[in-house]
Every structure is written in C-alpha cells, then in structure tokens.
C-alpha cells in the first residue's frame, strides 16, 4: 500500500490527537502504512527513530490528551534546501510519498515548498547515489494535504481551527472562577487572552461571559475610548444585580453611584504572544507599542483608566499558556476525527496534477479548500493588521 506519515508541526492545540488518531485509522483502513513522524519537520531531518510506524493500537488512548503525543518542534533545518535533502532521503528509504501535516500557515508554506521541490531533492539523491534510480522513478510525486491546528482560529478558509473551541472553555472556566471573586470582593477584572491578529478568543470569550467591554485587535478604540467604556462600566456596575436591598435602592438612586457588589467586569485583551508584540498598538493608538517592556505599560493603562475613573478595584489576569491546556473539547475531538479522516481521502484520490489541499469546517462538514490559497489569504491578513488596515484584514477573512 501506499506510504503516508503524519506529524504536528508549530505550536500545538488540543485535538491535534484525535486526528493523528482518524488518519492513522482511516490509512490502516484502506490498506495504507501508516507512519507518525515525531517533533515536527526536525524528526523528518532527522529520521532514525523519529519516523516509526504506525498501528491500529499506537493511536488507542489518545483522543483525551491535549497537545500532540507524537510532538510538535519549530525546525530551522527544514528551511534549507539541505535539510530538506535530508528529509526526503528519510521518507523514499521508507517508501513514504503522502504527507498529512497538521499545523499552522507555516508548516503548510514548508510542506507546499517541499512537494515543489520533490523531485529536484529525488535528481540530486539519485545523482549523489543516496538513492537509487529506480526509487528516483517510483517515489516521483509527494503528495501533501493539511490541517490547521490553532488555538486563535485564525486560518481563512475553515470556520474552525483544531483547538480553538477548546481554548475557549478554558477561557471562559477562568472567568467563570474569577466572576466568583469579583463579585465578593467588588474587583473589575481585566483578563487577557491569546489570539494575536484575531479577536475570535476575545470576542466569543466576552459574549459568554458578560464581559462588560471588549478590544479587539480588528476594531482598535477610536481616540477618547476609554471615557465610552468608563460609561459603560459605571452603568454595568450600577445595575442591581446583586439582591440586597440597600445596594439595589442606592443603585435605583442613582445609576452614577456605583453598587458595591459590582465585580465580574472584564475587559480582554488578546494580545499576549510575544512573537506579535506589534498587535498592542492596535487596541491603544494613543500609545504606540515597540517592545515587550512597554507592553506593561499599556495593560496598566488599560487598568489604571478604570482606576482612575470609577475607583474600582482593578487586577489584570493573564491566563497565557493555560488556553492551550487541558483536555480537548468534544467538539475538537470530533472535528479532529472529521479533518484526520478526510485528509487520508485526499491523499489517496490526489494526482501528481492536483493542487494540495487543506481540510476545512465549512458548516459542519470537512471539505478540501486549495493549501496555498488558504495560506495566502491569511498572510495577506496578518500582513493587513501589521499595516493597520484593519478593514482589509476583516474583508479578507470573510467568513472564517
Ligand atoms: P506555524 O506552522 O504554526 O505557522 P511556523 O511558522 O513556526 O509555525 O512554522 C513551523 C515550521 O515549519 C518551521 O519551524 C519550519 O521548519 C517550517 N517552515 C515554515 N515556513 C517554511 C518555509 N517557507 N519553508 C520551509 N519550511 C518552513
């Protein structure tokens, strides 16, 4: 049967597991070898025993893991065309000519440039005697398929990424056990969140959870904002939420007068990830943002408008890492299955002529949309909220 291995590539997100799992499945299924190929592009480079092969039972007890069991790396070698080299000697030893990569725009650019480059790596190994002329003939054609593991829902062209609903309970589980303490201790919470260029975290985490404000990385505030949410603060805090008679009636009075058992007001900010410390001036444009120090300064700012302004008793939560741990959401671990499944079709009604495709949620169906459109949509995205132009990046990523 046909040679196809799998590997998570870029940073990690729950679910990952459960479509390791559905293609290992689907490709033992239908006759194929199944290989998993550990810590990314670096155990391709590598090979050895980081390519092994897989079983009906290697994928058994894994659908309830976050992260990816099979690990995940960044891969400076894989950038170069000798390490590449490397890579495609790894996978023609071991009659492997399919690719499922799971993993961000940039691990699907490198599996794209790879599938180009295929048979110039197979003419200079063929040509070194690191392969023979025959395996030169029978591995002419790699082909590709994708699927986006992201916790910021951030790919055009699926309406989920693996990973994000997950993020999202815990996100919301957070604030769930912050409101607890807000409301005993009369506090505004500010809570930050992940998501880089895409308010999708911030934006869904805030409606479910009764966030009072909101800023979002596509809609940065325009000037004078901070007195809107100040007003909004104070009317959210005045409303007589919380029963007891004295503190309805001095709330009644008047709404400027704040209740005191107001807490659970949150504001997100989704702009962790230190790889995008740009993404900061967008929610403060008074307050242009250049490096990670500064970075402080504007949540304190944030913090410090709702201090000075309404007296509340103001904390910044940043729950970072957190998001992307735990265990995977049913609705990832189903979307995991639907995508792993799906791929393996791919690969093995894929022609030398077809364009590689990603597998994408559109509704409630796995479908193949082009890889390379799909990357190209969303660089052209992130490059349009490095530009500012925040309504070109909405207008590009449509639907998603
Ligand atoms: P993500 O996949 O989450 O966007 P990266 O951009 O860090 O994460 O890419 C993951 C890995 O994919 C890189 O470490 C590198 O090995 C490989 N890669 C990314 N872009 C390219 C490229 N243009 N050519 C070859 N390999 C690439």
């Known amino acids: 049967g046909m040679g ?55 994928v058994s007890g894994i659908i309830h893991k976050g992260g990816t069991v099979i690990g995940s790396a960044r891969c400076k070698d894989f950038r170069e065309r000798a390490g590449r080299l490397k890579a495609a000697k790894n996978l023609v030893e071991r009659g492997i000519t399919n690719l499922v990569v799971i993993g961000g725009d940039g691990s699907l650019t490198g599996a794209n440039c790879f599938r180009q480059e295929w048979s110039s790596l197979l003419a200079e190994l063929a040509s070194t005697g690191q392969i023979s002329a025959d395996d030169q003939q029978k591995y002419a054609h790699l082909n590709i398929v994708g699927m986006v593991g992201s916790i910021d829902n951030d790919f055009c062209g699926t309406d989920m990424t693996i990973g994000t609903d997950s993020a999202l309970h815990r996100i919301i589980e957070a604030c769930d056990a912050i409101s607890a303490t807000a409301y005993s201790h ?57 029963g007891r008679p004295d503190h309805r009636q001095a709330a009644e009075q008047t709404t400027a007068l704040p209740c005191h058992c107001t807490g659970g007001l949150f504001i997100y900010l989704p702009l962790v990830a230190a790889e995008c410390v740009e993404a900061d001036y967008v929610f403060i444009p008074e307050w242009p943002v250049v490096n990670w120090e500064k970075k402080l300064v504007v949540k304190l700012h944030a913090a410090s408008v709702v201090v000075d302004n309404l007296g509340f008793d103001t904390r910044v939560t940043v729950l970072g890492h957190v998001q992307r741990g735990g265990s995977p959401s049913a609705f990832d671990r189903i979307l995991g299955c639907r995508m792993g499944a799906e791929a393996v079709l791919a690969l093995i009604e894929a022609t030398p002529d077809t364009e590689a495709s990603v597998i994408s949620l559109d509704g409630n169906q796995a479908v193949r949309v082009p890889l390379m459109a799909c990357v190209k949509k969303t660089q052209a995205v992130a490059k349009a909220m490095e530009d500012k132009n925040w309504q070109l990046a909405v207008e590009l990523r449509g639907r998603s």
């Open 4 to 58: 196809i291995a799998i590997f998570t590539s870029g940073g990690d997100s729950q679910g990952m597991n459960a479509a390791v799992r559905a293609a290992v499945r689907m490709g033992l299924y239908v006759g194929a070898r199944m290989y998993f190929i550990r810590e990314g592009y670096q155990g391709m480079v590598d090979g050895g025993d980081n390519i092994v092969e897989a079983e009906w039972s290697s």
């Open 186 to 242: 009369q506090r505004c919470f500010i809570m930050e969140v992940m998501g880089r260029h895409c308010g999708y975290l911030a934006l869904v985490a805030a409606l479910a959870s009764e966030a009072s404000w909101v800023l979002l990385p596509e809609e940065p505030p325009p000037a004078g904002w901070q007195t809107t949410m100040c007003d909004k603060l104070r009317m959210a805090s005045s409303a007589p939420r919380c």
